[in-house]
């Protein structure tokens, strides 16, 4: 437990230091992969590129030592990004390395200004900080399918839809995963570890699984992400390098982004579905979990695309839907000028637990709508496929 001396420092100096946010952060990764380009290996290198994400993790220090006296009630963040963490394989040893450049950076950064006090607060602050990240990361990995990355073999990819490539992977020879032993859960997400050919690094990248059952194998789909003329890099390199028979490396399903199981054997509060693109991913293996569980519970099923020939595992959708007793289903093809928007959520059922994965655009649109229309935090669920500290103020 910090001093009260150090807590006053800390609250006193946070201020100063997110006015200085942007520079911390760039000082703090520069010197931080001059010292360990080891972990290049780890981090998004696009992000780093493009400048986009890096202040997660700086801002979040701040953010908590903001709640330095009372660091359990970020005990949910925490969890959240923890998964992450652990997806990613981040390590104990890995924390005095952030610690190390963060304290130095902001020394760098203030100048005379951050005198030994003001850094033997923050040093302080910081390992207590990392100590609660570090002690529910140990949980994780005592709990974890499998340890770090683990060889899968591909036995199937097809086009989803355009520009999505759904794969099946299976535990390649030799490993001592055992995918009858697996027990997956709708909502998580895989990570993939790649070797890019237009990159030095290794890559990691998170991509959710479209069925929580392994009766086939390990099920996950990629969209071919090209923005602004730029390739994607991990999304190309499976789409057009890998394929049947190919191995790729895997760590054990992570993510908090689960159907609540209280719910799912009542039908009195209806499932709202709604994905855009790619989102449908982890929102299918979704139905696919509640139609299994409990086929009498009322689902709406809300799915917005470019088109048809982007509409992806319509079929799939569709068997599952058959299966359930009570069904909505509404489909938005943007080029054919059917938009969902915020006013379209008052159709929904209310109340209702709700579920929603795509873009950060579309979520923040439809975050916003269904918080105005007063369907509570509880209520409003949803995974981004990037950071989701730019949305976790609005939902639950
Ligand atoms: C929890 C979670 C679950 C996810 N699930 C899925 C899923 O099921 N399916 C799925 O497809 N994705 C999913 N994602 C997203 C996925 O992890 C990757 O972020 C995505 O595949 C893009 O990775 P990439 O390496 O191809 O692109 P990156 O190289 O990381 O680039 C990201 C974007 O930046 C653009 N870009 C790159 N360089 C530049 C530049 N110089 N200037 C401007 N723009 C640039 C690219 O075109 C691309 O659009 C998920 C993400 C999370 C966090
Ligand atoms: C107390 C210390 C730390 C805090 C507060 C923190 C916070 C965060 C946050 C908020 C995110 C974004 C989560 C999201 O995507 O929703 C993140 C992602 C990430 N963190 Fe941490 N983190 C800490 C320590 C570390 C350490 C020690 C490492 C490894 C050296 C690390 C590596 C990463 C990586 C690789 C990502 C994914 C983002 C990317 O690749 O660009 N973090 N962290």
Redo the contacts with the bound molecule.
């Keep these: 437990m910090a001093s009260p001396k150090t807590l006053e420092i800390v609250k006193s100096t946070v201020p100063v230091l997110e006015e200085h946010g942007t520079a911390i952060t760039t000082v703090f990764y520069k010197n931080m992969f001059n010292e360990h380009p080891e ?1 290049l290996d ?3 290198e696009t ?2 590129k493009l400048g986009r ?1 890096q202040t ?2 700086a801002t ?2 701040l953010a ?1 030592a903001k709640h330095l006296d009372k660091l359990a009630t970020l005990l949910p963040q925490v969890t ?2 923890s998964h ?2 652990r997806a ?1 394989q ?1 390590l104990p040893e ?2 005095p ?2 610690g190390h450049h963060l304290i130095g950076a902001i020394k760098e950064v203030l100048g005379e200004a951050a005198n030994d006090d003001i850094i033997g607060a923050w040093t302080e602050a ?1 390992d207590e ?2 100590s609660v ?1 570090i002690q529910i990361e140990h949980g994780m990995y005592e709990a974890e399918m499998w340890q770090g990355f683990a060889p899968f073999t591909i036995t199937e990819k097809y086009e989803a839809a355009t520009d999505i490539a759904a794969f099946t992977v299976v535990p390649a020879e030799g490993s001592t995963v055992d995918l009858s032993k697996l027990n997956l859960t709708a909502g998580q997400y895989i990570t993939v570890k790649t070797d890019p050919k237009d990159s030095s690094h290794t890559a ?1 990248r998170h991509y959710s699984l479209y069925s929580a059952s392994t009766e086939k194998g390990i099920q996950f789909a990629v969209r071919r992400d090209n923005r602004n003329e730029h390739n994607g890099l991990v999304s190309n390199h499976l789409h057009n390098n890998l394929t049947v028979g190919d191995t790729i490396s895997l760590s054990a399903p992570a993510g908090d982004f689960l159907l609540n199981q209280d719910l799912v054997q009542q039908n009195d509060i209806p499932l709202v579905l709604m994905s855009a693109g790619v989102g449908v991913t982890p929102i299918l293996a979704m139905l696919e979990a509640q139609v299994t569980a409990n086929p009498k519970r009322p689902i709406t099923w809300v799915y917005a695309c470019q088109n048809e020939q982007h509409h992806a595992f319509n079929e799939q959708v569709d068997k599952l839907l058959e299966k359930a007793e009570n069904v909505e289903k509404h489909i938005f093809y943007f080029d054919e000028g059917q938009i969902l928007d915020e006013a379209w959520l008052a159709n929904l059922p209310k109340p209702a637990d709700i579920y929603v994965c795509g873009s950060m655009m579309f979520m923040d649109s439809m975050i916003d709508g269904l918080m105005a229309l007063d369907h509570g935090v509880d209520s409003v669920h949803y995974e981004p496929f ?4 730019s949305l976790e103020l609005k939902a639950g």
Excluded: D, S, W
């Design positions: 972990l780890i981090f998004n992000n780093q994400q997660a993790l979040t220090v908590a959240q990004i992450k963490h990613l981040i890995h924390y390395i952030v910081y900080i990392a990240f990691l990037g950071p989701k500290m």
